[in-house]
């Protein structure tokens, strides 16, 4: 789990879009890489000069360990936490994921961040519905997980589709992004989006050609300040759940 010189673009760019900060925590400690080369390094230091002209990637490194707190200061957050299963990476909070939350992690957080810990929680479902209960209403889960080519990375990799049919058409959150990105430096710039599924009723169509290598899919979602549920509801996949509705609409008309 490490942020690199393309992701780290891509949570600047959602979190100074949408003017994200206050309690912030990251799932696993995630190490900070930063700058590769050629066209990430290029895009990481046009991006890092456009959204916080007074930061150097120097100012961004933990100054005595090889992890990200610092990073996330600096772009705006007041508190910042990192939870794990285990101490072994000295996380502030220690919490089983896929375990029950202690009253005094519900909606603490203004934004939680997953760079890449889901994957490895075997029971996922539950996992994602806690990071649910830490968000405050109002607060955005930034996700980076293995979409495509992580071959045993984890116990699984990740698909638009749960952006769009577990977070925004089961818990009702808003999708502040949701993007395709390939991790090799020599396509830093090649971003792919999809289409919502919620608004086509197919499953999500990419809006462009994705090269070979590694996938990460990089979204955000905001949760309702109210009437988000608690994330009890069943999930279904989007296309499915709009076939069911136009048999159902069929049946009737033709009673």
Excluded at 44 to 50: I, K, V
Excluded at 178 to 205: E, H, I, W
């Amino acid at each position: 789990m490490a942020i690199s010189d393309t992701l780290a673009v891509r949570i600047m760019d959602v979190v100074a879009e949408h003017k994200l900060g206050g309690n912030f925590v990251m799932l696993g400690r995630q190490r900070w890489i930063g700058k590769r080369r050629k066209r990430s390094a290029a895009l990481f230091d046009e991006t890092l000069g456009r959204l916080y002209p007074d930061v150097t990637e120097n100012d961004l490194k933990n100054p005595d360990d090889l992890y990200s707190e610092t990073f996330f200061r600096k772009i705006g957050f007041d508190q910042v936490d990192s939870m794990d299963v285990s101490e072994f990476e000295d996380a502030t909070i220690v919490q089983d994921l896929a375990g029950e939350l202690p009253d005094d992690l519900m909606g603490r957080f203004d934004v939680v961040y997953d760079g890449g810990t889901c994957e490895h929680v075997f029971d996922l479902p539950t996992a994602y519905r806690n990071i649910h209960r830490m968000l405050k209403p109002g607060g955005v889960l930034i996700g980076h997980s293995p979409c495509n080519n992580w071959i045993n990375h984890g116990f699984y990799q990740l698909t638009p589709e749960m952006v769009y049919g577990f977070w925004e058409k089961t818990l009702g959150y808003e999708v502040l992004q949701c993007a395709l990105q390939p991790m090799l430096p020599m396509f830093a710039y090649r971003v792919v989006t999809t289409s919502n599924p919620n608004k086509t009723g197919v499953r999500p169509r990419l809006q462009g050609k994705l090269p070979e290598g590694p996938v990460i899919l990089t979204y955000a979602v905001r949760k309702p300040l109210e009437g988000a549920g608690d994330g009890s509801d069943k999930v279904y996949q989007t296309d499915y759940q709009q076939r069911w509705a136009e048999s159902d609409s069929a049946n009737i008309a033709a009673e």
